[in-house]
Nanobody, 123 residues
C-alpha cells in the first residue's frame, strides 16, 4: 500500500525558496507517475508538476515553469519539489500524488494522495 507523507512546507518571503518532499512510508512506491498539486482557499485543486517513474519525463504547469523543479531519489523512495522565486500566488496547500496505472498526469486522477503541506508566501 502506497502511503505518501509530505514535508517541507512553511512560511517564506516572496522571492524565496522551499523544497517539498514526498516519501512513501509504505515502501511500495508508485510504478507509473508521481505528481504535485496545490489548492488555495476557495479554489479548485490544480496541477503543479509530475514525473513519470520510467524514463523520468517531467511535466509542469505554465505558472511554475522555470521556477519549480520535480526530482526523485530512488534509494529513498522520495520525490521532491524544489520551488524558487516564490510568489504570493503560490500560497496553497501542496499535495503529492502517486499512481501505479496510466493516468493523465496533469489531472487529479491519481490513486494515492498525501495529507498536504501548507506553503505560505508573504509579499
Amino acid at each position: 500500500q502506497v502511503q505518501l507523507v509530505e514535508s517541507g512546507g512553511g512560511l517564506v518571503q516572496a522571492g524565496g525558496s522551499l523544497r517539498l518532499s514526498c516519501a512513501d512510508s509504505g515502501r511500495t512506491f508508485s510504478s507509473y507517475a508521481m505528481g504535485w498539486f496545490r489548492q488555495a482557499p476557495g479554489k479548485d485543486r490544480e496541477f503543479v508538476a509530475a514525473m513519470l517513474w520510467s524514463g523520468g519525463r517531467t511535466y509542469y504547469a505554465d505558472s511554475v515553469k522555470g521556477r519549480f523543479t520535480i526530482s526523485r531519489d530512488n534509494a529513498k523512495n522520495t520525490v521532491y519539489l524544489q520551488m524558487s522565486s516564490l510568489k504570493a500566488e503560490d500560497t496553497a496547500v501542496y499535495y503529492c500524488a502517486a499512481s501505479n496505472r496510466w493516468v493523465l498526469v496533469t489531472t487529479p486522477q491519481y490513486d494515492y494522495w498525501g495529507q498536504g503541506t501548507q506553503v505560505t508566501v508573504s509579499s
